[in-house]
């Protein structure tokens, strides 16, 4: 009844020994509880964002659903595990194409221990999160049958450039070879998966405007998940692109200030995007 | 001919034996340049944006006019020094209440040496950069002939709380004394000050249209100065509320990104004064 996911870009991944994710038929991602605070912290978001009436609906629809806690047979075969029981964003998919995109120039909140601003700042300095205000966290991108999946490891993603982090977001809607890095991305799709009024710039821009006005949560280290469904915009059907926030292990409580930190790290995101479908041949 | 500037609220101020800015009776304001390299890059900055043809005019009324540098003996007496020339934006004013707000959470770049992270991380640690997304590092208020300015020492500023903050923002548009702790603001200028086609927040809004796009510049530990007549609301006339971007000392180069820092900063003061212009009352 359970299996490991298919498809998933970051985060910790089920495997011999190891704790990850689980999905089931019925449309249920179910993630670990992380054992120290960051578990306790995940689910008392869920718990308290899915009962806060102050959220909009319009704004939900970029969370996943939360059904609650549940123990499972962990993953790594260790016995049984507390898990988080949330909406499956990506199984139902046919060779989705996904980004993992981290929001935030900083990645720590101002309250956190000295040892920890230091770990964190280190990686934000070391990766792109402090000078785009966001970093790729993790990506497959769908070819075709021929070339499969691009989907590099973690560490070629970690050291991501600028210049990297400006391909990829081309190359994500780009219908040549993403795995060839000789090929110059056609972005062919910019118009259909960013642009349009159901397309992930609309739906940035409307996350953007909550973003500049809600003063209840922080969100630290949170990510922007962005997929599609490239196998239907191969056959000419609605490829679906969706938004949605994920990892909620480090939300702090907004204390009636607005979370500049992650705002200024979408706009930046947005700018990104809104140049490749300006300017689609650069 | 050159005097002390009567309206200052942060920065180096001239006075005995100590380097600081001259004004004259035509409007210009001598700013000295540091003698470090933050001399060298504000006239880099002055000299490149004022020529940069990528500037919409309509941005660049947010910026003092330009009128090259000059030698001046300086107000310390120790000689010839080089000065910015600049628009006075204050001098031809009547008891102006000002605000000088450093916008940011961040005020050191990701390039600077790691003895400045440090020394800049713990100072927006220690002031309401960090939780905000901006300081004050400055202010002015008239209250009335009897009462005169409540200028708080700078020392007094640094260590504003969030709750001093947003009450500050309310007190510069009340009508009661500023210095007198023990009334609530009545912010019974808010609608002239801060609202209105002409007011403060709708400046801030179309500086943030640019702030989203504009990748020419990164505005490190600099401040969004704002300043109005109150004699003039005081006598039913108009206050000419006007904000201002001063100190450049710390600009780089965009690279192509926005400068999602000082954005994210920008948006933090627009929802703060937004919320003073919704609800006056609280």
Known sequence: MFKVPDHQVAGHMAGAGALGPLVDDSGHFYKPLQ??????NEVAFYTSF????????????????????????ASDGSGMHPHLVLEDIISSRINPSILDIKIGSSTWYPEASEAYII???????ETCSLTLGFRISGLQFYGSKETGFWKPDRKS???FTHDDVRSALRKFVSSNSPTNSDIEPDCSYA???????DGILAQLLELKLWFEDQTIFHF??????????????????????QIKLVDFAHVMEGKGVI?????????????????VVTDPNK
Chains 1, 2 share one sequence.
Do not use: A
Request: proline share 6%.
């Open 35 to 40: 054992s120290d605070e960051r578990g306790t």
């Open 50 to 73: 899915s009962t806060d009436t102050r959220v909009p609906d319009q704004i939900r629809k970029f969370f996943p659903v939360f059904h609650g806690t549940r123990d499972l047979e």
């Open 119 to 125: 770990k964190c700042l280190k990686k934000d300095r």
């Open 157 to 159: 993603v970690n050291s």
């Open 191 to 197: 118009s259909t998966i960013y642009g349009g009024p």
């Open 220 to 241: 630290y280290s949170c990510s922007v998940m962005m997929v599609y469904d490239k196998e239907s915009i191969l056959k000419g059907e609605n490829p679906n692109p």
């Open 259 to 275: 979370d500049h930190n992650f705002l200024g790290g979408l706009c930046s995101l947005i700018k990104f995007i809104s140049d």
